[in-house]
């Protein structure tokens, strides 16, 4: 089971979120679970959606456990459930973000960054993930709206949908969810007000948009 964390993404994040993420994979071999079938057929689903069992992720076969840049619960109700997808930043994946990620139940921390080739929108579909706490789509190259049932998801810690194509408005939504820390939506075509609930983050994290405005940012005409 390979797990790549980021290392070329410049905010802070990168130091938590690998904290985070070596929290889900603290077991020997002997302790990783047997996947549970219903996920490993997801996983199956999306194999196939980036290029079927010859294509980049032609190691997923069987027991989604073991499967590179996939990590399973080890206690509770999460016990051999997939918890965790983080892709390496070498883009090795190509086309749209399949909507099956939100048939993981038990998904909360997702990784798609940095792959130049993924395309297309953001799948409402993550809004099926109650569990979500962290959300890394940054570098792709995303179009569309950012989905108001993704911004929905009060779990939500990290945000960061930097460095894409994304347009449309943030959804004002984004100001119920209490937990964030991180929130990132610079480099994009977004436009419209900031929603007031976002106020805390700074400058750098809605920079270099269409239109956006508010603060941090400047106020809107």
């Not at 994040?13 to 990783?32: E, Q, V």
């Not at 993550?126 to 009060?154: A, F, M, R």
């Not at 119920?176 to 990132?184: A, D, G, I, P, V």
Request: net charge negative; with cysteine; charged share 15%.
């Amino acid at each position: 089971m390979e797990i790549l964390p980021k290392h070329s993404h410049p905010h802070y994040l990168f130091y938590i979120s690998l904290l985070l993420l070596l929290s889900h994979f603290n077991f020997s071999d002997a302790d990783i679970p047997a996947c549970n079938a219903q996920d490993e057929a997801v996983l199956i689903k999306i194999r196939d959606h980036f290029g079927g069992p010859n294509g980049p992720l032609s190691d997923w076969d069987s027991d989604c456990c073991y499967f590179n840049y996939v990590g399973c619960g080890g206690e509770g109700s999460s016990y051999g459930r997939v918890t965790a997808v983080t892709f390496p930043l070498n883009g090795i994946l190509s086309g749209t973000i399949p909507s099956d990620f939100g048939d993981l139940p038990f998904l909360d921390f997702l990784t798609i960054a940095n792959n130049v080739n993924v395309t297309g929108s953001i799948p409402k579909s993550l809004g099926n993930l109650k569990k979500l706490y962290h959300l890394d789509l940054n570098s792709n190259s995303l179009t569309g709206p950012i989905p108001n049932e993704v911004l929905q998801l009060t779990g939500l810690k990290e945000v960061d949908l930097s460095n894409n194509k994304l347009s449309g408005p943030i959804p004002p939504s984004v100001s119920s969810l209490k937990s964030l820390t991180m929130f990132n939506v610079s480099h994009n075509q977004l436009c419209g007000q900031i929603p007031s609930g976002l106020n805390k983050f700074g400058k750098s994290s809605f920079v270099s948009n269409k239109c956006l405005c508010g603060s941090p940012l400047p106020p809107c005409k």
